[in-house]
């Protein structure tokens, strides 16, 4: 659902739960880089507040705790000018201090970060920041640590404001700009029709099909690193990882930049992974607008499958019990997906019993209104 601020409209971009886990890998980064220190960590007030929090929250190692205030935002753009507001009196020096700053961007604040401290005799001065813009950065000075790198929007919520609001929504909203992208998961329970509604979905809305099934056959037979990689879980009869699968999946979607858009079918399969790709898809401005899923019974879909079996040829769509035990491993693992969407305002469910063009003209109304 989009928000207003003042005149502005803002838009979902990164949830509360994404943001959580990045905090959470933040934090234990810094903590096994440190080994044992104890450093006083400094936030930038007043948009670091609630990361620095969290931050810390997260850090299971001793340390200390200040805050510096600057000033450089009017409006929705950076004035260039920073001036320092309170400053640090703790002694610091031989001190490991980490500034936690909740977004970086012309790096203006970062360089008169950098003039404060340079006298103080610092051990070692660490930077910290949750947002980054690699787009609108102009300085030369290191970053050590960056939870997202985004594209030079906007963005409101978790400390960050459009003229004094905004600080308090705890997901990141964007500037609401024109929309050129429609990007789906469509999903559902085994012979629910997925692949043949998104080969017909793509060719009438433009969109780019992203199979993971398809991914993963291309990436083992044209025996890519990453194939090479998945397949020596595979054949010891393991899961492929969380990591392996999503860095197939930036490299599919980073072959067409001219794409409007995405139809994603059998990905994400879990919630960590739903979390992977959003983290991904807000590193190039974009997100998910929609989990469309075609709902039909277990019964139904289970005497579809059998059906197919005659004819397909695969022989775990022959036996009833091992489909059965697809539809458990569906609803134990992938089905509470339904949660992670609906709770982003982003789950539709669409009737997936009759013919094909039925389901199609179903899925194709709910497209329509994205």
Known sequence: MEIQLHDKKFVPFITKDVIASVVKKLAQSLENDLKGEVPVFIGILNGSFLFAADFIRNYKGDCEVSFVKFASYEGTTSTGNVKQLLGVNEDLKGRTVVILEDIIDTGNTLEEIYQVFKDKEVKALKIVTLFYKPEAYKKTLKIDYIGFSIPNTFIVGYGLDYDGYGRNIPSIYQLKLPNKMKNIVLFGPPGAGK????????????????????????????????????????????????????????????????????????????????????????EKGMRIDAMIALEADEDTLVARILERGKTSGRVDDQDESKIRNRFNEYETKTAPLT????????????????????????LSKEIAKL
């Open 195 to 282: 692949g043949t509604q998104a080969v017909l979905l793509k060719d009438k809305f433009d969109l780019v099909h992203i199979s993971t099934g398809d991914v993963f056959r291309f990436n083992i037979k044209n025996n890519t690193d990453l194939g090479k990689l998945a397949k020596t879980f595979m054949d010891k009869g393991d899961l492929v990882p969380d990591e392996v699968t999503i860095k197939m999946l930036k490299s599919e979607v980073e072959k067409y930049p001219e794409a409007k858009g995405f139809i994603f079918d059998g990905f994400p399969r879990t919630e960590d992974q739903a979390k992977a790709l959003d983290i991904f898809l807000a």
């Open 339 to 362: 949660h992670y969407y609906t709770n982003q305002g982003k789950y539709v469910g669409v009737d997936g019993i009759g013919n094909i063009a039925d389901i199609t003209a179903r």
